[in-house]
DNA sequence: TAAACACTTGCAAACGTTTGTGTAAAAAGC
DNA sequence: GCTTTTTACACAAACGTTTGCAAGTGTTTA
């Protein structure tokens, strides 16, 4: 029968003196005498005295502890982001609370209540995608635990946001193609309503009109990124009055799709191919895209902590009253596989 | 200035009633009148109190919190792992907490010391790859927080513990190549030291046995698992005196590897490759392993998921006398790509 | 009419800390 | 040898809960 774990008060008995010196003496307070520091330590050290810390966040309101929710860790990009949030936090004695949404809105509300009981100082969040009421975020607000948002991110005020600068990329992956001499470049976006759709869109038409280029809408199509979608959104490119020798895909994996039909329906004149994410296994990849765009989800991550942890931190100063927000913008890059 | 969260004692003051009556009106406990009942709750609603877990925890000395430490996420089977984890855990209204150990043994004993220190109920690990000492482990279960491990798993003593096995899906894998017809058989092994290259030869062993084939050392060759490791453990593998027309490799990523270098090196006669992981990202692929060994990692989540919370459930029973322990054995299975 | 009983509610201790304040004894000043 | 300062410790409140026990009503029973 293991015995529970000793606590202050049982040093506190053995020796024969106040808890609250035993205590003083564990923090290395000046006033406690040298001699009784350092029984008190021996002590602790003998009993494998660990302070509870449920009983230190109590007192000091605080749990050390940051929630991440995010969609899944399937795609490669998130645990790639936990990685850099769980560098940050373990600098700083935090501990990171994990709950993956599954893009699903009403596991999100659920993740978010069960961290919010769990009292975590911060919350780090990649919205679900379907995700269109933010109550659940407003409320987290009212309960005064900061939010910072990254990758997806809710059309709301006053949030801090870390997030990847797809315009940049859309415009190098295009000027890549128009350098190599293509003139008729597809995209196939995802779906239209996304952020990330718009910017990939955005980036397209500006690389366009960088180089006196005509924007032809009927070079884009939208797919749902099932593979189903995918593949028909590939043919709906493909029946195109002009020939489509190149084709900007949304992501690695709808790019990986298109590229196993292309090879599947024969097609003779198969278009080059860039696309977005630059997963970690296009490295053992033969067939691929012939470049992606690199979103930096590890440094995302990172950002995403070191901003929680510092609003955490300035919670209680005059700071707060100053209320700015974080904006953070990293630039995409284009990443070349040749 | 976003005001503190209200706490039981406001309610009280508010209503002119003490605050265990508060408490035990908000646990719809028997000998509370239905009228302050309602009052309670009412008032509770409208101020969006939530209980602070933190004192909670101190009082009921339990957090409702799994810990979960693992090499990384990059490998897609950890992920799968924490999913099956996490779903217990939700349905349980438990909380996730997640360490990386990085596969570094340092690092695996600070995470173990802090989410001690968290004082979570139960620790679920998938230890380092090369950690040998086990002695924060032991603190751990001296500090009576029970520990599941699951993948890979220390040789101590009385362990709760889920794995899969790697000989039946072995003797499924050298049973496949058999019977079509190959009988020179390379096996490019893990680090020899590890429990998962000791199943995967054992199994290989007994697939040649039932087949009455002799088992030729020779054909065995061990890889350290980097990219150069596995290059070489190839080139070492082909320059054995028997032409070797087959080769079961350790994992799917040694598999990748060998096959680019199969690829590069331009051998004419490619041996047919079988290997473990069955990645999701094989799928993707054009050119890859024959067939893989899935070792399910959801279900081992899963399991020591349930093991755990299992545990923690029944701890102050008189159950915990009987000092049983779970070893939850999976079987694995080959799964053919043609 | 007193005793017994529900039914409600309040009081207070407990969980394990941290920390402000009070107070002895020891050291220093004169 | 007296006051003053310093040193070293104890006391107690607080963090927000839960819960055993006591106590106050009002109602039923003998």
Redo the contacts between chains.
């Keep these: 029968?293991?015995?529970?774990?000793p606590t202050i008060k049982e040093i506190a008995r053995k020796l024969n003196i106040s808890f609250s010196t035993v205590s003083r003496a564990l923090h290395d307070h000046p006033s406690i005498g040298l001699g009784t520091k350092l029984k008190v330590k021996k002590l602790a050290e003998e009993l494998?005295y660990?302070?509870?810390?449920?009983?230190v966040?109590?007192q000091q309101g605080k749990?050390?502890?940051i929630g991440v929710i995010l969609p899944?860790?399937?795609e490669?990009f998130?645990?790639?982001a936990?990685?850099g949030i769980?560098e940050v936090a373990?600098k700083n004695?935090y501990?990171?609370?994990?709950?993956?949404s599954l893009d699903s809105t009403e596991r999100e509300i659920?993740l978010v209540e069960?961290?919010?009981?769990?009292?975590v100082d911060g919350l780090i969040i990649s919205m679900a995608k379907n995700t269109t009421n933010y109550e659940h975020f407003e409320?987290l607000k009212?309960?005064?635990i900061p939010i910072v948002f990254f990758d997806c991110i809710p059309s709301m005020k006053e949030i801090h946001t870390v997030s990847c600068n797809m315009i940049s990329g859309s415009i190098q992956a295009v000027s890549y193609l128009l350098k190599k001499g293509h003139r008729v470049i597809g995209l196939i976006n995802g779906p239209e309503k996304l952020t990330a759709s718009k910017e990939r869109l955005e980036g397209y038409q500006q690389a366009l009109l960088k180089n006196r280029l005509k924007f032809d809408p009927s070079l884009v199509v939208n797919s749902d990124l099932t593979k189903e979608g995918n593949i028909k959104a590939l043919h709906e490119i493909l029946k195109n009055k002009r020939k489509i020798t190149a084709i900007v895909a949304f992501h690695d994996?709808l790019a990986?799709d298109i590229m196993?039909e292309l090879?599947i329906t024969k097609q003779e004149h198969k278009p080059v191919i860039v696309s977005y994410a630059n997963l970690?296994?296009m490295q053992?990849?033969?067939?691929k895209p012939n470049a992606s765009v690199e979103q930096f989800p590890y440094l995302q991550g990172k950002k995403a902590a070191e901003i929680i942890l510092d609003i955490i931190k300035n919670k209680n100063n005059e700071q707060?009253?100053n209320n700015a927000f974080y904006k953070i913008i990293l630039d995409s890059k284009l990443i070349d596989y040749h």
């Design positions: 029968m293991p015995k529970s774990a494998g660990e302070p509870n810390q449920t009983a966040f109590l749990t050390y502890t899944h860790l399937a490669s998130f645990p790639a936990i990685s769980e373990i004695d501990v990171v609370l994990l709950g993956q659920m069960s961290m919010r009981k769990h009292r409320k009212k309960s005064n994996n990986l196993q090879d970690p296994m053992f990849l033969k067939y707060n009253q």
